[in-house]
């Protein structure tokens, strides 16, 4: 099985910044030069932290909108001639290259791009990482107590009849963690068919597949099911801020990962503000705001340095998970599962 080696990062706190980026509402576009908006993959917090330090650091005006992988690839199709963003920060690695595919985001080798280890980026510079992070099981111990289990350490735990209606995850196609997911078992199972068999089987203990990918972590802080799946460093985080039921495992089968990328959108408004973004995004002082802003991803700059609560990819197997196919299979697997699967009745 594929592994990633640790990389770097340093713990930080966001410092008190002079200039502060903010969410704009949806469907407000960018401007002149000394403006910039990043549609932005991860949590508000983070997003928040990453624009305005970049706006303190630069003075270009820096905002935000907090959207899905699937949300922002849509939004940018649906924007292509005059697009409202001039970047795309965050996210998983298949979004970026489905909106490769598209035409949606332009290369650009970004001035340190060298720093980054090739595995965390598109070889044409379409895409390129910022964060690792492991997809694992966020349980509440004191909602599997009560059903008799215990941590699930296998894909095949979560689809114990005990756990009926106790299992969150995301839709695949509003949500890259949730594509992740789907993607994981083609990966471990050797076949799309085979993925989708594993779905239908898990479909009857899904209590929900909701829009975004960090919801199932709080539904499973809250107590409403046993379990999410996440990215574990959103279950820590969740953990940390006061949902003490709250434990990661992983499967002994292998999980998967996302490698986070930011990208130039094509036709954006600041086309070389954007480009000052990606050079800033994969610098070490970028990669380490994250522990600051309740972000636990790994860096892919290997100049950062680790906080004690990210994950140690050393210790956790992963599947051999193939970004490029992911992508190119993404918009008809989750057409798939859509029909076969989130639309059918539940047993």
């Not at 999410?228 to 460093?233: N, Q, T, Y």
């Not at 969740?238 to 959108?265: N, Q």
């Amino acid at each position: 099985m594929k592994r990633i080696k640790r990389a770097v990062l340093a713990g930080g706190t966001v410092a008190a910044l002079a200039l502060a980026g903010c969410a704009v509402e949806p469907g407000t576009q960018g401007g002149s030069s000394n403006t910039l908006t990043v549609a932005c993959g991860a949590t508000e917090e983070w997003c928040k932290a990453m624009t305005d330090a970049f706006s303190a650091k630069t003075g270009i005006q820096t905002s935000f909108v907090r959207l899905s992988s699937g949300e922002t690839v849509a939004r940018l199709t649906a924007t292509k001639n005059a697009p409202e963003f001039d970047v795309w920060h965050g996210g998983p690695a298949d979004g970026f290259g489905a909106a490769m595919e598209a035409g949606l985001i332009e290369p650009y080798t970004a001035e340190n791009a060298a720093k980054i280890p090739a595995k965390y980026k598109d070889p044409n510079g379409n895409w390129t990482g910022v964060y690792v992070g492991a997809l694992g099981f966020c349980s509440n111990q004191a909602r599997l107590k009560d059903k008799g289990l215990g941590l699930p350490q296998s894909w095949d735990d979560l689809l114990d009849p005990k756990l009926k209606s106790q299992v969150s995850t995301a839709h695949p196609s509003t949500s890259g963690t949730a594509f992740t997911t789907l993607w994981t078992q083609v990966a471990r199972l050797g076949s799309e068919d085979k993925a989708i068999d594993w779905m239908k089987k898990l479909h009857s203990n899904v209590l929900q597949y909701t829009k975004s990918g960090t919801a199932p972590g709080q539904i499973a802080g809250r107590g409403e099911v046993a379990v999410g799946l996440v990215f574990s460093h959103d279950c820590v985080l969740y953990k940390e801020r006061g949902m003490t039921d709250l434990e990661v495992s992983f499967p002994k089968e292998g999980t998967g990962y996302e490698i986070g990328g930011v990208a130039v959108i094509k036709g954006g408004k600041n086309a070389e503000g954007a480009k000052q973004y990606v050079n800033w995004a994969l610098s070490a002082e970028a990669q380490e705001l994250g522990p600051g802003a309740g972000s636990y991803q790994l860096p892919t700059n290997p100049d950062a340095k680790l906080d004690s609560r990210m994950v140690d990819l050393n210790t956790i197997k992963l599947v051999d998970y193939d970004f490029a196919k992911a992508a190119a299979h993404k918009k008809e697997l989750t057409a798939r599962f859509d029909a076969e699967v989130a639309a059918q009745p539940k047993e």
